[in-house]
């Protein structure tokens, strides 16, 4: 899974190029010199929603590579060595400075002779108005997950329609612009210093008349900058809705700056098809694409290797089941198939999380005990077969983090070993020590285990649990919300859910299988009925298996944890884990650490872990050792841990 930043005006941030290994397979690599498509297979069904983000907490990541292959007119990227640096394709000048008050204003020139894919040329005006958008009252009352207006000056008032202009937001000519950032926000929160700093630096550029209709422009009269339109209409919910809606979920013919057009998204098919844009500006490194098209696919794990044997997939990225990368180099190396591949450190790992408020899983004792009835070193080497290995709390390998506090983890970190006996005494300290009719539970039974709880306690579990006297006893039972078509999800079926360990124990793990989307809709607790998709805004299930991964070199948890019940109602916070500790680390870890100062960030980041890891919200399950096939018929491809193929295929050439 993405995971949500309040940073909101990152908008597009770039992948981080790092270590990369790639070997040559097959014959002696294609032949073709002239226009190129190349099919990517992405495991992740595409949305379609192309909004930044906007109206959800976390992007889909199959959503995510099409903006950035599409809509990439940025002022700030983050370069190989993972920092966040100034486009400079579209940045003729940038400055920061700061007042007294330690409020940071960040003020660009931008480029002339840019132009959108339609010929429209692009101005200061196009990087102001998604941020005048996302912090009007029109965009809130659409739905904006943003939080952006707190962080601006006068954006607290401008949000609420008591001011006409976003005072921090200044247009300051055809091709200059200012944002200034507030030390100290609207909401309380501390903004600056931020460890990474120059994130608050990347804005969008959007296209004005096709995200909402003809008239529109950003002016400013010497107060702040506002949306205008020539025919005096007022920057509305009414207004504007339909038209943002329409760009929001269009399938084709886009008005994008990015290295690639949207031709078309069939969602029946699960189809993406992509074209080269020639006014495409370049990113920081002055990088254009030289492959023509691009097709991306709904990849099965079921039927994905025999897809890339008939050349059905050409291209697929970050691979982590063990049994398909030996099957993938079995064929590369007997010949049968004519690519080559990538191996590196994948900047994420896999687990599976807790709803922390609802069910047996809101006791810090039974995710504990869940966590001792799976043997995750066997489960990491049945998965990975011998590419990745067992991580222990909210992190990967290929972090520098982590790598510099192995020493301090290994002393430090409690690695819930395989213990059902150890299990069981943390069930029972947990209070599960009934059977349903609150008679004493003995060990050994088989049955599944009560806890005698409150009514407050039992809220969403009702149906569940069982009432003997007046008295409410809860089950040990955990309701799994489990993606179909998962490798994953099948291995913990057989390992944790129906493992002999686990009845043993009194638990009962019910696997519900259904839709990635609606894994994310139960997730986020999303009320998208009015789209005719169900309520999901209800809790119901406790437990799901995911992914998390970093497309950039920032680590950031801030808000993840939040215990603020504004952010909890805008989507942050899905482990629904209210602790302070927890949420005051993870804010201070990049809230108040002065960009560069490394030492005290390290510190803070190892006091977070270990607090994470005490309390366990979500269960780590492996840190992959990723793999990336990819056609001969292309060169000079080539992926990493924050390089994903949305970057790579922009260095991609056809082959001689």
């Known amino acids: 899974m993405k995971l949500k930043k309040i940073v909101a005006l990152v908008l597009a941030l770039a992948f981080v190029l790092s270590f990369a290994a790639c070997t040559k397979g097959g014959n002696d690599g294609g032949k073709k010199t002239g226009d ?24 889909n990541a199959t959503d995510q590579s099409v903006i950035n292959l599409t809509d990439d007119c940025v002022t700030v990227q983050s370069n190989e060595n993972g920092d966040y640096v100034i486009n400079d394709s579209v940045v003729d000048k940038f400055e920061r400075t700061e007042d007294d008050d330690g409020n940071a204003t960040y003020t660009f020139k931008i480029k002339e002779g840019l132009q959108f894919n339609n010929g429209d040329p692009i101005k200061a005006e196009n990087f102001l108005a998604w941020l005048l958008f996302i912090t009007s009252p029109a965009g809130l009352e659409m739905g ?5 207006y707190a962080m601006i000056p006068g954006g607290d008032a401008y949000s609420k329609g008591e001011a006409p202009v976003l005072a921090g937001a200044r247009l300051l000519g055809d091709y200059e612009f200012a944002v200034t950032v507030l030390a100290e926000g609207s909401d309380g929160n501390a903004y600056l210093p931020y460890y990474y700093d120059m994130s608050y630096a990347a804005f969008q550029a959007v296209n004005l008349n096709y995200w909402f209709g003809e008239g529109w422009s950003v002016a400013d009269d010497g107060e702040g900058a506002y949306m205008k339109n020539a025919n005096g209409t007022e920057f509305t919910k009414d207004a504007i809705e339909k038209t943002v809606a329409a760009a929001q979920f269009a399938t084709s013919d886009r ?19 992509l074209e080269m844009n020639d006014k495409y500006c370049g990113d920081f490194q002055g990088q254009k694409p030289s492959i023509k098209k691009l097709v991306i696919v709904k990849a099965e794990d079921e039927t994905v290797i025999d897809t890339i044997s008939t050349g059905g997939i050409q291209i697929y990225s ?41 069910g047996p899983t809101q006791y810090t004792e ?3 005990a869940v966590a001792m009835l799976l043997d995750r070193g066997e489960f990491a080497n049945t998965f990975c077969q011998g590419w990745g290995s067992v991580v222990h709390g909210p992190y990967c390998t290929a972090f520098s983090m982590y790598e ?5 983890l290994a002393k430090n970190l409690n690695t819930y070993d395989y213990n059902p006996e150890g299990a069981v005494k943390l069930l029972k300290e947990a209070g599960f020590i009934y059977n349903e009719d609150g008679s004493d539970y003995e060990d050994g039974s088989g049955k599944v285990r009560y806890k005698r709880v409150t009514a407050d306690e039992a809220k969403y579990y009702e149906d569940f649990c069982k009432t003997v006297n007046g008295e409410i006893y809860m089950p040990a039972i955990v309701n799994w919300a489990s993606s179909e078509g998962n490798s994953v999800s099948d291995l913990l079926s057989t390992m944790l859910a129906n493992g002999k360990a686990t009845k043993e124990a009194g638990i009962e793990i019910k696997q519900n299988v259904m839709t990635f989307d609606q894994l ?8 998208i009925s009015a789209l005719g998709d169900g309520d999901y805004a209800v809790p119901k299930y406790n437990m799901f298996n995911l992914a998390t991964g970093w497309s950039s070199g920032a680590y950031d948890f801030s808000f993840e944890f939040t215990t603020n019940q504004d952010y909890i109602d805008m989507g942050y916070n899905v482990t629904h884990l209210y ?11 990049v809230y108040g650490v002065e960009s560069g100062d490394y030492d005290t960030y390290l510190d803070m980041w190892q006091q977070f872990v270990l607090r994470y890891n005490e309390l366990l919200p979500q269960v780590p399950l492996y840190a992959n050792i990723y793999m990336t096939v990819y056609p001969n018929s292309i060169a000079n491809y080539q992926e990493g841990p924050f390089w994903g193929y949305a970057r790579a295929i922009l260095y991609a050439t056809p082959a001689k």
Do not use: H
């Open 318 to 358: 970050g691979i982590a089941d063990g049994d398909q990368v030996n099957a993938l180099l079995d064929l590369i190396d007997s010949k049968k198939l004519d690519s080559s591949y990538c191996k590196y450190d994948r900047a994420g790992y896999g687990y599976f999380g807790f709803a922390c408020d609802i």
């Open 404 to 408: 510099d506090s192995k020493d301090f």
């Open 579 to 589: 602790d302070e500790k927890l949420d005051k680390l993870s804010m201070d870890m």
């Open 366 to 368: 039974f995710r504990q």
């Open 520 to 527: 994310l809709n139960y997730l986020y607790r999303q009320d």
């Open 255 to 273: 008005v994008t700056a990015g290295p690639y057009n949207l031709v078309k998204f069939d969602k029946t098919a699960n189809e993406i098809t």
């Open 36 to 59: 190129v498509t190349v099919v990517i297979g992405d495991s992740t069904q595409a949305n379609g929603d192309w909004a930044y983000g906007a109206f959800a907490s976390s992007i």
């Open 144 to 148: 904006v997950t943003k939080m952006t």
